[in-house]
């Protein structure tokens, strides 16, 4: 059964950091892609990033490059979003992915607040 656990949200100031990670279970988690989503309120769930299996390559969407940075830990099964210049439009909840099986699936997320 795959199971996807978000920690590592909060409340945080304006300009501040957030480290956020995502515990995976019930699959090979080095053999598959993870994506980070967000969605804020009121609005539809966002794409932020993505990390290949290996984590030789990522993406991050356009208005968060330069401040957000996924990695992974293969040897922990886990999948990590490193925020900085948090921006309070940033507020939202952060949902980690993955495809497995031709399935999606999605952790419970965790909220970010950024407000001073």
């Known amino acids: 059964q795959v199971q996807l656990v978000e920690s590592g949200g909060g409340l945080v100031q304006p300009g501040g950091s957030l480290r956020l990670s995502c515990a995976a279970s019930g699959f090979t988690f080095s053999n598959y892609h993870m994506k980070w989503y967000r969605q804020a309120p009121g609005k539809e769930r966002e794409w932020v990033a993505t990390?290949?299996?290996?984590?030789?390559?990522?993406n991050i969407a356009n208005s968060m490059k330069g401040r957000f940075t996924i990695s992974r830990d293969n040897t922990k099964n886990t999948v990590s979003l490193q925020m900085s210049s948090l921006k309070p439009e940033d507020t939202a909840v952060y949902y980690c992915?993955?495809?497995?099986?031709?399935?999606?699936?999605w952790g419970q997320g965790t909220q970010v607040t950024v407000s001073s």
């Open positions: 992915n993955v495809t497995w099986r031709a399935k999606t699936y």
């Open positions: 990390i290949t299996s290996t984590g030789s390559s990522t």
